[in-house]
Structure formats: C-alpha cells, structure tokens
C-alpha cells in the first residue's frame, strides 16, 4: 500500500510480518525472502490483543519506510549491514524499554 503514496524505487514487494527473529531481535530483515519481519513477543505492546494480516499499520509502516531500501536490495554492502545492525540495537533498545513499561 505504501508502495502506491510515496515515491519510491520499483522494486518486488516487501512483506512485513510478525513471526520469529534472528537473535530474539525486535525486527529482522531478510533480503533473500523481501520480508521484514517484527518479532512475536512484542506483536501485544502494538496492538492492544488485537490480531490480523492488517494490525498495527504504523508500526509497520516506520518499519517499512526505515528498511524497505535495504531489503530490496540485492546487494549487501558493509555500510548497509552496519546502518542495519545500528537501527535494529536502536529499535531492540527502545522495544525493550517498552515491554519494561507494560509489566509495570
């Protein structure tokens, strides 16, 4: 759908999901599949118990816009994997500060 509105690269579509991630990370981003996936564990701070293909579409549009590039891309430079590793530790940083909240 973002696809449609913003102008950007034509490229394969970018699936973002939730499911299981690399190193229990709050998002992992998998070039080889066009799928940006969002970890399960975090799938109830987002979407106050509510599920579906289609639940919490902010999230994953900030996800979308932040590594659609990267996951498009069909090659892998060093600078794209350090920009990755960095947005991730940012984005686990921030998830887990999160989740600490919630249990309060």
Same mark, same amino acid.
């Given at each position: 759908m973002v696809e &449609?509105?913003?102008v950007l690269k034509p490229? !394969?579509?970018i699936d973002v999901l939730w499911g299981k991630t690399r190193n229990d990370d709050?998002?992992?981003?998998?070039? !080889?599949?066009n799928r940006i996936v969002i970890n399960d564990? &975090?799938?109830?701070?987002?979407n106050n118990g509510?599920?579906?293909?289609?639940d919490a579409p902010v999230l994953k549009a900030l996800l979308y816009l932040l590594f659609n590039e990267i996951a498009s891309s069909g090659r892998r430079t060093g600078?794209? !994997?350090a920009t990755t590793e960095l947005w991730i530790s940012i984005l686990n940083a921030a998830a887990h500060q999160q !989740?600490?909240?919630s249990k309060k």
């Open positions: &449609y509105e913003a490229v !394969e579509p709050f998002v992992s981003v998998l070039r !080889e599949d564990r &975090y799938r109830a701070l987002f509510a599920t579906g293909l289609n600078r794209a !994997e !989740e600490q909240r």
